[in-house]
């Protein structure tokens, strides 16, 4: 049943339907504004001091998220578009429409959107009472050798 009711959740908050001419129902999916656009955030029950955090991003063409890290792990779907994901120690990954990936707690990335941009729903679980991000500076340049 839970189930049931967050897929129902899920899918009213990323598309519109609306009927045509011909009497058939054409939904598509609605972009959020730039960003990470939180829609809950609740306690987990089964365990002390954790929530989650349910967010509807959307990173348009080009555009780089600033390089930051979660305090807790991460698990997004890409519903539209694509994105490439950059994170310290892992090759860059590109994800498109239908992929899933998990980012492990404090992983330090910065992904980017793809040519029509990213559309993602991401969940995060979340220790209570944390920052939900926290944003990295960008490394120094490291010196040309021989200099």
């Known amino acids: 049943m839970h189930r049931f009711l967050l897929s129902i959740v899920l899918f009213s908050f990323v598309c519109g339907c609306e009927r045509s001419q011909s009497d058939s129902v054409v939904c598509e999916v609605l972009l959020p504004p730039p960003g990470s656009n939180e829609v809950l955030r609740s ?5 002390d001091n ?29 519903v539209q578009g694509s994105a490439v994901q950059v994170e310290e120690g892992q090759a860059d990954r590109e994800l498109v429409a239908g992929d899933a990936y998990v980012i492990p ?35 120094p340049p490291t010196p040309a050798s021989g200099r």
């Open 50 to 78: 954790l929530e989650v955090i349910i967010s509807n991003v959307f990173i348009p063409p080009g555009a780089v998220v600033p390089r930051h890290y979660h305090p807790g792990e991460e698990f997004l779907y890409v």
């Open 43 to 47: 306690k987990v029950r089964i365990a």
């Open 105 to 139: 707690p404090e992983a330090i990335h910065a992904p980017y959107g793809g040519p029509d941009g990213g559309h993602a729903i991401v969940f995060r679980l979340h220790i209570e009472g944390q920052e939900e991000r926290y944003l990295v500076p960008e490394p």
